[in-house]
């Protein structure tokens, strides 16, 4: 009797310590969940929501990173056998492009999207773009230009065929008012008080801006036109092969270098001879290799070299016609004066007389004293650039005879 009490007792022990554990397991689930929920709340809160259409993470990106997440899994797998040998592996993310013979700046684009150049082409804001242009030019042609040389401009303007881009430079703030030529409607007009052709070219005629043009004309306001024509003139420089050049000059004018006064006697000539001492060799500027600022005409390739010889602030050109010859070889053969197309310097001194008076000058003057100093400075800061290049591979410059100066 007492044995089968105490086994009743110990079963029922048994019972009651049983029905006891449950509800202590119940809560322990119950209190872990609640807290996984305010844990994973607050985890939540302390980010914020973005989107996947933010994170640019699109369907596919995913499916490739799942793609690769199951190769991975794979390797693993199949290494895990011997652990020894199993080293870590970067993964590559080839969804990502970079192409490092892109532009500079551009490597992150794929590059059929890429366009490194452009132009002047005028464009509709209507219609199919591929539609915008019935012709494309393939000549450009620059004035720097006053209002009060409107006429000048007009006849210059006219023996520039319709295969010539019409750019403007305003240095006098003056646009609209051209509009009383009809072409001035179709051409490009840029504005900037008081600035030169120099400044100009720099800061908008980058090479890449004007890489469709085969060649570009950067010319001044007062030239003389009647014994120009544009085309024909283009086809002699095709014809001698220059890639610099300029119009002859009317020798009855009064020019200073004997290099581009005009000849009679030919199409094209591409040396002279100069006052004595002022040539170094017959092959090198002044004689050879030389065309002057006021009406040059530059290949697409020339003026590539000569954009970034140009500096930001020496916006006269004074000392630029000098160097030239750096951006073609061999330069006395690549650099001429056209003499069956010429012009007439007019010397109008428009521009100079937007200089300020000071110390009792005329403004003319002080702009005049600056075209010097720019000139001592390109020469020195060029000689200075070239003594570094020749340092820098072992070369010293004061033994170096060669015909680079």
């Known amino acids: 009797m007492n044995m089968d009490s105490d086994m009743v007792y110990r079963k029922g022990t048994v019972v009651r310590s049983t029905l006891a554990k449950k509800p202590n397991e119940t809560m322990r689930v119950f209190i872990t969940i609640c807290v996984g929920i305010m844990f994973g709340f607050f985890i939540g809160v302390s980010f914020p929501s973005l989107p996947f259409t933010k994170l640019n993470i699109t369907s596919a990106l995913l499916r490739d990173f799942v793609i690769i997440g199951n190769k991975s899994a794979a390797q693993f797998t199949d290494n895990s056998s011997n652990k020894s040998s199993t080293t870590n592996q970067t993964v590559i993310d080839v969804s990502k492009i970079w192409v490092p013979s892109n532009p500079k700046g551009a490597e992150r684009l794929p590059p059929g999207i890429v366009a490194s150049e452009s132009d002047l082409y005028l464009r509709r804001l209507w219609g199919k773009p591929s539609e915008d242009l019935t012709s494309k030019p393939n000549y450009l042609v620059t004035f720097t230009v006053g209002y009060d040389q409107r006429k000048n401009i007009d006849a210059a303007v006219k023996k520039f065929s319709g295969n010539f881009t019409i750019l403007l430079f305003h240095y006098d703030g003056k646009t609209s008012e051209w509009d009383e030529f009809e072409w001035s409607k179709r051409a490009i007009h840029v504005s900037a008080i008081k600035q030169t052709k120099w400044w100009y070219a720099k800061r908008f005629l980058h090479p890449d801006i004007v890489a469709p043009y085969d060649y570009i004309f950067i010319w001044d306001e007062d030239l003389g036109v009647k014994h120009f024509d544009a085309e024909e003139y283009i086809k002699l420089v095709r014809k001698y092969g220059l890639e610099i050049s300029q119009p002859g000059l009317d020798p009855s004018r009064g020019t200073t270098w004997e290099m581009t006064k005009r000849r009679n006697d030919r199409d094209v000539h591409m040396e002279t001879e100069e006052r004595p ?9 002044p004689c050879a290799a030389f065309v002057e600022i006021m009406a040059p005409v530059f290949s ?18 004074w000392g630029l016609d000098l160097a030239l010859q750096k951006c073609v070889e061999p330069a006395h053969e690549r650099i001429g004066v056209v003499d069956a197309q010429w012009i007439v310097h007019q010397t109008v001194p428009s521009l100079g007389n937007q200089g300020k008076s000071e110390n009792g000058e005329a403004p003319w003057q002080g702009v005049r004293q600056r075209c010097r100093r720019e000139w001592e400075l390109f020469r020195v800061r060029m000689e200075d ?15 170096f005879t060669v015909h680079h100066r």
């Open 277 to 285: 001492g002022w040539c170094s060799d017959p092959h090198l500027p």
């Open 385 to 399: 650039a070239e003594k570094s290049y020749y340092k820098s591979i072992g070369i010293d410059p004061s033994n």
């Open 300 to 317: 697409r390739d020339a003026w590539r070299c000569v954009w970034h010889m140009i500096q930001n602030d020496l916006i006269h050109g």
